[in-house]
């Protein structure tokens, strides 16, 4: 059986994500997600329960910042 993988990079907009995660929820699905460090802890919500079917694997959290070699980083961390 043929599987994809997803590679999220996500700062903010928790609904939105929680919103692509329920849409892309498939046993054939491995979802890798990084949530950047820069996100308190307190505002993270709980995305275990966002997926029932696929496989979801949240990364290290790195600090990224949009264009810079942290970027190609989280990238990097993401594909391994």
Request: hydrophobic share 40%.
């Amino acid at each position: 059986m043929n599987r994809h993988a997803f590679l999220i990079m996500a700062h903010h907009q928790f609904d939105f994500l929680k919103e692509l995660l329920l849409a892309l929820d498939d046993e054939r699905n491995d979802i890798y997600l990084h949530i950047d460090q820069k996100v308190p802890d307190s505002d993270l919500p709980d995305f275990s329960h966002a997926v029932q079917k696929s496989n979801l694997y949240l990364t290290e959290r790195l600090n990224v910042h949009w264009g810079g070699y942290s970027q190609i980083a989280c990238e990097l961390l993401l594909l391994k």
